[in-house]
Protein backbone atom coordinates (compact mmCIF):
# COMPACT_ATOMS: atom_id res chain seq x y z
CA UNK A 1 0.00 0.00 0.00
CA UNK A 2 1.57 3.19 -0.44
CA UNK A 3 -0.14 6.85 -0.02
CA UNK A 4 1.66 9.32 -2.10
CA UNK A 5 1.12 12.86 -0.94
CA UNK A 6 2.64 16.30 -1.69
CA UNK A 7 3.57 19.66 0.08
CA UNK A 8 4.17 22.93 -1.27
CA UNK A 9 6.42 25.93 0.29
CA UNK A 10 7.45 29.20 -1.07
CA UNK A 11 8.10 32.82 0.04
CA UNK A 12 4.36 33.95 -0.09
CA UNK A 13 3.01 30.32 -0.50
CA UNK A 14 2.15 27.95 -3.51
CA UNK A 15 -0.57 25.44 -3.94
CA UNK A 16 0.07 21.66 -2.97
CA UNK A 17 -1.82 18.83 -2.85
CA UNK A 18 -2.24 14.84 -1.56
CA UNK A 19 -3.08 12.50 -3.23
CA UNK A 20 -4.04 8.85 -1.98
CA UNK A 21 -3.53 5.26 -4.45
CA UNK A 22 -5.66 2.21 -4.80
CA UNK A 23 -4.58 -0.62 -2.23
CA UNK A 24 -2.73 -3.16 -3.81
CA UNK A 25 -4.99 -6.08 -2.23
CA UNK A 26 -4.15 -8.95 -0.23
CA UNK A 27 -0.12 -9.87 -0.45
CA UNK A 28 0.01 -13.63 0.17
CA UNK A 29 3.05 -15.07 2.12
CA UNK A 30 3.80 -18.69 3.09
CA UNK A 31 2.84 -18.36 6.33
CA UNK A 32 -0.37 -16.27 6.27
CA UNK A 33 -2.15 -13.96 4.82
CA UNK A 34 -1.91 -9.97 5.73
CA UNK A 35 -3.98 -7.40 4.34
CA UNK A 36 -2.65 -4.21 5.09
CA UNK A 37 -5.15 -0.96 4.54
CA UNK A 38 -4.36 2.52 5.04
CA UNK A 39 -6.85 5.73 5.43
CA UNK A 40 -5.13 8.98 4.82
CA UNK A 41 -7.03 12.18 6.44
CA UNK A 42 -7.13 13.84 3.33
CA UNK A 43 -9.34 11.52 1.48
CA UNK A 44 -8.52 11.13 -2.32
CA UNK A 45 -8.70 14.91 -3.50
CA UNK A 46 -7.53 17.10 -0.23
CA UNK A 47 -5.30 20.12 -1.05
CA UNK A 48 -2.92 21.27 1.54
CA UNK A 49 -3.45 24.67 -0.27
CA UNK A 50 -0.16 27.23 0.63
CA UNK A 51 2.39 27.04 3.45
CA UNK A 52 4.71 30.27 3.80
CA UNK A 53 7.60 30.76 6.10
CA UNK A 54 7.21 29.85 9.80
CA UNK A 55 3.67 28.02 8.79
CA UNK A 56 3.06 24.56 9.19
CA UNK A 57 0.58 21.33 8.60
CA UNK A 58 0.01 18.11 9.69
CA UNK A 59 -1.89 14.95 8.01
CA UNK A 60 -2.46 11.68 9.42
CA UNK A 61 -3.07 8.19 7.94
CA UNK A 62 -4.76 5.30 9.93
CA UNK A 63 -3.10 1.91 9.45
CA UNK A 64 -4.95 -1.24 10.47
CA UNK A 65 -4.46 -4.84 9.34
CA UNK A 66 -6.29 -7.62 9.04
CA UNK A 67 -6.30 -11.76 9.88
CA UNK A 68 -2.81 -11.93 11.30
CA UNK A 69 -0.21 -10.18 13.41
CA UNK A 70 2.44 -8.08 11.81
CA UNK A 71 5.51 -6.05 12.02
CA UNK A 72 5.03 -3.02 10.13
CA UNK A 73 7.27 -0.72 8.35
CA UNK A 74 6.81 3.02 6.45
CA UNK A 75 9.24 4.84 4.31
CA UNK A 76 9.60 8.28 2.84
CA UNK A 77 11.26 9.45 -0.21
CA UNK A 78 14.68 8.83 -1.08
CA UNK A 79 16.80 12.03 -0.41
CA UNK A 80 17.13 14.17 -3.50
CA UNK A 81 20.17 16.22 -2.56
CA UNK A 82 18.33 19.57 -3.96
CA UNK A 83 17.92 22.85 -1.59
CA UNK A 84 14.01 22.17 -0.98
CA UNK A 85 15.21 19.58 1.74
CA UNK A 86 16.42 22.27 3.46
CA UNK A 87 14.34 24.81 3.88
CA UNK A 88 11.03 22.10 5.18
CA UNK A 89 11.21 20.34 8.15
CA UNK A 90 8.87 17.38 9.38
CA UNK A 91 8.36 15.55 12.23
CA UNK A 92 6.78 12.03 11.75
CA UNK A 93 5.28 9.68 14.91
CA UNK A 94 2.72 7.11 15.47
CA UNK A 95 -0.45 7.54 17.71
CA UNK A 96 -0.89 3.61 19.13
CA UNK A 97 -3.55 4.62 21.62
CA UNK A 98 -5.86 6.74 20.21
CA UNK A 99 -5.33 9.91 22.03
CA UNK A 100 -3.62 12.14 19.23
CA UNK A 101 -0.21 12.01 20.54
CA UNK A 102 2.25 10.19 19.26
CA UNK A 103 3.47 7.08 21.65
CA UNK A 104 6.06 6.38 18.63
CA UNK A 105 8.63 9.62 18.50
CA UNK A 106 9.84 8.75 14.40
CA UNK A 107 12.21 11.55 14.36
CA UNK A 108 12.38 12.94 17.44
CA UNK A 109 11.33 16.39 17.01
CA UNK A 110 11.15 18.59 13.98
CA UNK A 111 14.22 17.66 11.52
CA UNK A 112 15.10 18.66 8.03
CA UNK A 113 12.92 17.33 4.89
CA UNK A 114 16.68 16.04 3.56
CA UNK A 115 17.41 14.25 6.80
CA UNK A 116 14.21 12.45 7.31
CA UNK A 117 14.59 10.68 3.42
CA UNK A 118 18.05 9.93 4.07
CA UNK A 119 16.94 8.48 7.51
CA UNK A 120 13.92 6.53 6.12
CA UNK A 121 14.27 6.18 2.61
CA UNK A 122 14.71 2.65 3.37
CA UNK A 123 12.16 1.76 5.59
CA UNK A 124 11.76 2.29 9.57
CA UNK A 125 10.46 -0.33 11.79
CA UNK A 126 7.02 1.11 13.25
CA UNK A 127 6.47 -2.16 15.77
CA UNK A 128 4.00 -4.96 15.54
CA UNK A 129 0.74 -4.25 15.03
CA UNK A 130 -2.41 -6.73 16.15
CA UNK A 131 -5.90 -6.90 13.69
CA UNK A 132 -7.48 -5.41 16.88
CA UNK A 133 -5.58 -1.85 16.76
CA UNK A 134 -5.35 1.19 14.65
CA UNK A 135 -2.28 3.07 14.71
CA UNK A 136 -2.52 6.36 13.13
CA UNK A 137 1.12 8.03 11.39
CA UNK A 138 1.14 11.69 12.39
CA UNK A 139 2.98 13.74 9.15
CA UNK A 140 4.01 17.21 9.98
CA UNK A 141 5.47 19.46 8.85
CA UNK A 142 6.65 23.64 8.54
CA UNK A 143 9.01 26.13 6.41
CA UNK A 144 11.79 27.32 8.20
CA UNK A 145 13.03 29.87 5.06
CA UNK A 146 12.27 31.20 1.98
CA UNK A 147 12.33 29.26 -1.32
CA UNK A 148 11.20 29.67 -4.59
CA UNK A 149 7.57 28.03 -5.51
CA UNK A 150 7.89 24.79 -5.26
CA UNK A 151 6.25 21.47 -5.60
CA UNK A 152 7.47 19.06 -3.34
CA UNK A 153 6.20 15.51 -2.63
CA UNK A 154 5.70 13.79 0.32
CA UNK A 155 5.06 10.01 -0.57
CA UNK A 156 4.66 7.13 2.04
CA UNK A 157 5.17 3.34 1.64
CA UNK A 158 3.77 0.83 4.41
CA UNK A 159 5.06 -2.55 4.32
CA UNK A 160 3.63 -5.46 6.80
CA UNK A 161 4.70 -9.46 7.42
CA UNK A 162 3.19 -11.75 9.77
CA UNK A 163 4.99 -12.31 12.87
CA UNK A 164 4.48 -16.38 12.86
CA UNK A 165 7.52 -18.43 12.57
CA UNK A 166 9.84 -15.14 12.42
CA UNK A 167 12.11 -14.57 15.16
CA UNK A 168 12.05 -10.69 14.42
CA UNK A 169 12.24 -8.09 12.14
CA UNK A 170 15.61 -8.11 10.88
CA UNK A 171 14.84 -11.57 9.12
CA UNK A 172 12.51 -9.28 7.13
CA UNK A 173 14.06 -8.60 3.67
CA UNK A 174 12.10 -5.29 2.69
CA UNK A 175 11.84 -4.59 -0.96
CA UNK A 176 13.10 -0.34 -0.82
CA UNK A 177 16.16 0.73 -1.79
CA UNK A 178 17.79 4.26 -2.11
CA UNK A 179 20.93 5.49 -4.29
CA UNK A 180 23.04 7.87 -2.74
CA UNK A 181 22.57 11.70 -4.38
CA UNK A 182 25.66 13.84 -4.50
CA UNK A 183 25.40 17.56 -4.39
CA UNK A 184 28.54 17.83 -6.34
CA UNK A 185 27.14 15.68 -9.05
CA UNK A 186 23.81 17.01 -9.58
CA UNK A 187 22.00 20.28 -10.75
CA UNK A 188 23.72 23.14 -8.86
CA UNK A 189 20.68 25.51 -7.10
CA UNK A 190 20.16 28.65 -6.59
CA UNK A 191 21.58 31.19 -4.83
CA UNK A 192 19.01 31.91 -1.81
CA UNK A 193 21.37 34.01 0.84
CA UNK A 194 24.50 36.09 0.89
CA UNK A 195 26.04 37.26 4.40
CA UNK A 196 28.62 40.14 4.77
CA UNK A 197 30.81 39.50 7.66
CA UNK A 198 32.70 42.21 8.89
CA UNK A 199 33.64 45.63 11.16
CA UNK A 200 30.61 48.39 10.43
CA UNK A 201 29.42 49.23 7.08
CA UNK A 202 26.84 50.39 5.83
CA UNK A 203 23.70 48.29 3.82
CA UNK A 204 22.71 50.86 1.53
CA UNK A 205 23.50 48.74 -1.34
CA UNK A 206 21.13 45.92 -2.78
CA UNK A 207 23.24 43.15 -3.70
CA UNK A 208 22.04 41.62 -6.98
CA UNK A 209 22.99 38.47 -9.39
CA UNK A 210 24.51 38.53 -12.59
CA UNK A 211 22.88 34.72 -12.84
CA UNK A 212 21.31 31.91 -10.20
CA UNK A 213 24.60 31.13 -9.30
CA UNK A 214 26.83 34.32 -9.32
CA UNK A 215 26.83 37.35 -7.05
CA UNK A 216 27.43 40.75 -8.43
CA UNK A 217 30.43 42.65 -6.63
CA UNK A 218 30.50 45.90 -8.00
CA UNK A 219 29.81 47.95 -4.57
CA UNK A 220 31.50 46.13 -1.96
CA UNK A 221 31.77 48.36 1.51
CA UNK A 222 34.90 48.68 3.26
CA UNK A 223 35.13 46.38 6.26
CA UNK A 224 33.95 43.24 4.55
CA UNK A 225 35.86 40.27 5.53
CA UNK A 226 34.09 37.11 4.49
CA UNK A 227 31.35 36.58 2.41
CA UNK A 228 29.18 33.85 2.76
CA UNK A 229 26.84 32.30 0.18
CA UNK A 230 24.11 29.82 0.73
CA UNK A 231 23.06 27.31 -2.44
CA UNK A 232 21.21 24.39 -2.03
CA UNK A 233 22.75 22.35 0.69
CA UNK A 234 26.25 23.87 0.56
CA UNK A 235 27.30 27.21 2.03
CA UNK A 236 30.08 28.27 0.15
CA UNK A 237 32.62 30.82 2.27
CA UNK A 238 34.98 33.65 0.21
CA UNK A 239 37.65 35.40 1.98
CA UNK A 240 40.21 37.96 0.57
CA UNK A 241 42.95 39.77 1.76
CA UNK A 242 43.10 42.52 -1.34
CA UNK A 243 40.79 43.76 -3.33
CA UNK A 244 37.03 42.09 -3.69
CA UNK A 245 36.15 41.05 -7.33
CA UNK A 246 33.63 42.47 -9.31
CA UNK A 247 31.57 39.11 -8.45
CA UNK A 248 31.82 35.55 -7.13
CA UNK A 249 30.64 32.50 -8.71
CA UNK A 250 29.78 29.41 -6.63
CA UNK A 251 30.74 26.20 -6.89
CA UNK A 252 34.10 26.69 -8.68
CA UNK A 253 36.18 26.36 -5.85
CA UNK A 254 37.09 29.73 -5.05
CA UNK A 255 35.62 29.03 -1.98
CA UNK A 256 35.67 27.11 1.41
CA UNK A 257 32.75 25.16 0.85
CA UNK A 258 30.46 23.41 4.04
CA UNK A 259 28.06 20.68 3.09
CA UNK A 260 24.53 20.71 5.34
CA UNK A 261 24.58 17.35 7.30
CA UNK A 262 20.85 17.94 9.26
CA UNK A 263 18.67 20.56 11.04
CA UNK A 264 20.79 23.82 11.07
CA UNK A 265 24.33 22.39 10.59
CA UNK A 266 27.09 21.85 7.95
CA UNK A 267 29.74 20.12 8.31
CA UNK A 268 33.46 21.47 9.73
CA UNK A 269 31.54 25.07 10.62
CA UNK A 270 29.73 26.85 13.03
CA UNK A 271 28.12 28.91 10.29
CA UNK A 272 24.63 28.00 9.21
CA UNK A 273 21.55 30.30 8.63
CA UNK A 274 21.09 31.31 11.42
CA UNK A 275 24.98 32.06 12.53
CA UNK A 276 26.18 33.10 9.35
CA UNK A 277 29.05 35.20 10.45
CA UNK A 278 30.65 32.44 13.06
CA UNK A 279 29.13 34.68 15.65
CA UNK A 280 31.23 37.52 14.00
CA UNK A 281 29.04 40.49 12.92
CA UNK A 282 28.08 41.08 10.13
CA UNK A 283 24.15 41.07 7.82
CA UNK A 284 22.80 38.94 5.90
CA UNK A 285 20.57 39.61 2.61
CA UNK A 286 17.59 36.95 1.56
CA UNK A 287 17.09 37.29 -2.17
CA UNK A 288 13.76 35.68 -2.17
CA UNK A 289 12.33 38.63 0.19
CA UNK A 290 14.58 41.25 -0.50
CA UNK A 291 15.50 41.52 3.31
CA UNK A 292 18.44 42.15 5.20
CA UNK A 293 19.10 40.76 8.60
CA UNK A 294 21.82 41.44 10.76
CA UNK A 295 23.28 38.77 13.11
CA UNK A 296 22.18 39.03 16.95
CA UNK A 297 24.62 40.94 18.60
CA UNK A 298 24.28 43.71 15.92
CA UNK A 299 20.58 44.11 16.84
CA UNK A 300 21.50 44.98 19.69
CA UNK A 301 22.75 48.36 19.11
CA UNK A 302 25.90 50.06 20.20
CA UNK A 303 28.61 49.05 21.76
CA UNK A 304 27.99 46.14 19.64
CA UNK A 305 26.85 47.98 16.20
CA UNK A 306 28.48 46.30 13.10
CA UNK A 307 25.68 47.43 10.32
CA UNK A 308 23.67 51.10 9.69
CA UNK A 309 20.76 50.31 7.73
CA UNK A 310 19.51 52.49 4.89
CA UNK A 311 17.10 55.28 6.08
CA UNK A 312 14.31 53.71 3.99
CA UNK A 313 14.56 50.18 5.47
CA UNK A 314 11.54 49.05 7.17
CA UNK A 315 13.62 48.32 10.45
CA UNK A 316 15.56 52.09 10.41
CA UNK A 317 17.77 53.39 12.78
CA UNK A 318 21.20 52.05 14.01
CA UNK A 319 21.75 48.31 14.26
Request: proline share 5%.
Amino acid sequence: MTTVGAAASAGSGTAALLNDSAPLGESTVTAGVVDLETDPSWGNDGSLGTISKERSGTETIDITLSDNPSHVWFRTDCKQCVDVEDAVYVQYGVDTDGDDGAEIDITDGYIPLGEARERFGTGYHLGRLDPSETWTLIAEWKLQEHIKGTDIPLSFDFYAAQTRHVSGPDDIRLPWSCEDCDVSTTKLSDISWVAFCGDTFETDFTPELKDEHTLLLDTVPDGIETISVKYGQALEVFSTDEQWPSSLTVGQGDGQVFQHTGKNDYANTQRSSSNFCDSADGCKFNFDDGVWEPTEDSKRGPPHKSVTRPPDDDVGGEH
